[in-house]
T-cell receptor, first 115, second 112 residues
Framework: NAGVTQTPKFQVLKTGQSMTLQCAQDMNHEYMSWYRQDPGMGLRLIHYSVGAGITDQGEVPNGYNVSRSTTEDFPLRLLSAAPSQTSVYFC??????????????FGQGTRLTVV | KNQVEQSPQSLIILEGKNCTLQCNYTVSPFSNLRWYKQDTGRGPVSLTIMTFSENTKSNGRYTATLDADTKQSSLHITASQLSDSASYICVVSAGAGTALIFGKGTTLSVSS
């Protein structure tokens, strides 16, 4: 099993550009989520999904969209990149419907810079 | 407000020495507490997860303790190795649902 795979690992965008961060897991996990990690701060939840076809907002959802058409994939879309979105993004998955009850597995992260 | 506070912010120790990292939380309702290790440039990896009824859990040289009454946890690392150099993150689950409350982490540097 590859676990949670994120692509790309690094990305530089210009302000106003759009892009999609990819996240795929091969563990048949129900719950998937996206976090951002900024210097001096804990990870913050952007969006999450408790199953295919179901998504919801986390703590910092503005400027991001998600969809969950399959169990395996959970892409994060930046609609119009802003310098404030410069961050490291992590995707996570967990086997249970609710992340609070079971272990979370994280991807390797995508380091995004918006200039 | 749900919060997880970790101390110290950073720590430097010599290889072979022991160390203890602290985590205080104000999270309600409490579900479980986790410790993650995050190597530079990598995603967090789970070390331990403890529920309300568990006081101690070990994973090799890592031992986590939980005092649910005082809402404190610690992570003790025994006989540190250079590979222990990383950020250690305390994470508390809040009740049923989707909330994981992350601490800012303690950066540990082990030198030879």
């Amino acid at each position: 099993n590859a676990g949670v795979t994120q692509t790309p690992k690094f990305q530089v965008l210009k302000t106003g550009q759009s892009m999609t961060l990819q996240c795929a897991q091969d563990m048949n996990h129900e719950y998937m989520s996206w976090y951002r990690q900024d210097p001096g701060m804990g990870l913050r939840l952007i969006h999450y999904s408790v199953g295919a076809g179901i998504t919801d907002q986390g703590e910092v959802p503005n400027g991001y969209n998600v969809s969950r058409s399959t169990t395996e994939d959970f892409p994060l879309r930046l609609l119009s990149a802003a310098p404030s979105q410069t961050s490291v993004y992590f995707c996570a998955s967990t086997p249970a419907r609710h992340i609070t009850y079971t272990e979370a597995f994280f991807g390797q992260g995508t380091r995004l810079t918006v200039v | 407000k749900n919060q997880v506070e970790q101390s110290p912010q950073s720590l430097i120790i010599l290889e072979g020495k022991n160390c203890t990292l602290q985590c205080n939380y104000t999270v309600s309702p409490f579900s479980n507490l986790r410790w993650y290790k995050q190597d530079t440039g990598r995603g967090p990896v789970s070390l331990t997860i403890m529920t309300f009824s568990e006081n101690t859990k070990s994973n090799g040289r890592y031992t986590a303790t939980l005092d649910a009454d005082t809402k404190q946890s610690s992570l003790h690392i025994t006989a540190s190795q250079l590979s222990d150099s990383a950020s250690y993150i305390c994470v508390v689950s809040a009740g049923a649902g989707t909330a994981l409350i992350f601490g800012k982490g303690t950066t540990l540097s082990v030198s030879s």
